[in-house]
């Protein structure tokens, strides 16, 4: 079974500082990697995915993520935070269903927390 | 073009009840999913649907229930509420052919007292 790990329950960091947020998975086969972030009251907004080829990958708002087999890890950075980045976020590892769909196994989030 | 929409956004049910969450997946998408997020943790699978039927079902009790219209709509429905069902909903919907992203709604906000 599929699992998901965030070390950090909550983080802050200044204005203008960089970002680390840290993400650990337990899958069987090749994973599907995502990281989405929530803002209160709202639903889950995709920043980046994972599913092959190139380990670096960037998102949107300036987000970009690791792909670390070998530490079974996918760490999503940021170069500098805005105030407007302040939220929880949430990694996921998707699982195909029947061959074509899939179902997603999220960990419990990090709350970012941004400082002026 | 709307994205997915839910409905209600809130809901207040005492312990025993019954409750019926809606979700209209976003044009053009056949797959709906449901997922429940407990207070300070991440969402969780409920099940999926695909041409009307359950394709893939987490580990939840039969108390919870789904069905998908002909136009792609979703229900979900949760018998004898219990405390723990207090959560938030949410319902993501995809293409059929593994589209690489699914479309979040912002969900219902149930709480059972």
Redesign the interface.
Known sequence: AQS?TQPDIHITVSEGASLELRCNYSYGATP?LFW?VQSP??????LL?Y?SGDTLVQGIKGFEAEFKRSQSSFNLRKPSVHWSDAAEY?C?VGA??????????????TLLTVNP | DAGVTQSPTHLIKTRGQQVTLRCSPKSGHDTVSWYQQALGQGPQFIFQYYEEEERQRGNFPDRFSGHQFPNYSSELNVNALLLGDSALYLCASSGARGEEKLFFGSGTQLSVL
Do not use: H
């Open positions: 998901v599907y989405y009251g709202q639903g889950l907004q995709l995915k599913f949430f996921a195909e269903s029947g061959g074509s769909n899939y179902k997603l196994t999220f960990g419990k989030g």
